[in-house]
């Protein structure tokens, strides 16, 4: 089963399939989209992130953007998949409508795997039914529809990842800080290294965001920092063909020998090393 609404003025799209494995290269736009990934089998299902085995337990779900690596190689059940782009729904749009969105999506460097409870697995089902039948009304209207029902889904999923995660424990300001802070690590973190240049863009002192992840046991800012630094590195070098050069350049580094003493304090290993390792397990 694949389904998909697809505007070519505008460059939208919003998929849903039943078998993602089956039907990844099979719509209209096969890059820049953002996936919530639904294991709806008895059994559990493996996929691979960014080099990283994860087991997705029966009735949990994932969220991936267009900045990781998804490989469902070794996907053995089918895995229902949810896709779309930011033409079709841009997150930080809907930004005050869906809080903490930055930690389904955007500004966390650990996935958000979120389990369904007994008791709400009746709501997903309903919903799941509602984004088909929707499939088969095809007016003009259709893609307003279909925001709504993935706006709900969103919705439902922030929800059950504040009441899982540690974030039960935080006031929605906290929540906010903390957010808007991993946000904009990802989108700053090539030029900005230092914690009192996100604490400047942040309103706050580099102090207070410190003890706020301290508080709760979080990694620190600057460790965030260098950790997404790190872990674009590692994606550069396993998926793309560029010189270990190239690559420090891109990321900020004015000197390759700082970038590769940087890699090696981060990973153990060279980026030569890290490469072989990445080929010889592949």
Known sequence: MKFEFHDPK???????????????????????????????????????????????????????????????????????????????????????????????????????????????????????????????????????MLQMLLKRLIIICTRLAKEQHFLKSLNNEQIEIMRKFNVLVDTHFKTKRKVSEYAELLFKSPKTLSNLFAIYNQKSPQQIILERLALEAKRLISFTDKQHQEIAFELGFNDPAHFSKFFKKMTGYSPSKYKQTQVLGS
């Open 10 to 144: 505008l460059g939208s799209l919003f998929g849903f399939t039943d078998d993602i494995k089956k039907y990844q290269n099979s719509f209209s736009i096969n890059s820049g989209n953002i996936q919530i990934l639904w294991n709806r089998n008895k059994v559990p299902v493996f996929l691979c992130i960014d080099g990283l085995t994860i087991t997705l337990r029966p009735n949990q779900l994932v969220t991936t953007t267009y900045l990781q690596h998804v490989s469902f190689s070794n996907t053995e059940a089918p895995l229902i998949s949810f896709l779309f782009n930011r033409a079709f729904y841009c997150i930080n749009d809907h930004d005050s409508e869906v809080s903490c969105n930055g930690i389904l999506f955007f500004g966390t460097q650990d996935l958000p795997i979120i389990t369904i409870p007994p008791e709400q697995e009746h709501k997903f089902t309903i919903l799941f039914e509602v984004f088909k039948e929707e499939f088969d009304t095809s007016d003009q209207i259709q893609g307003d």
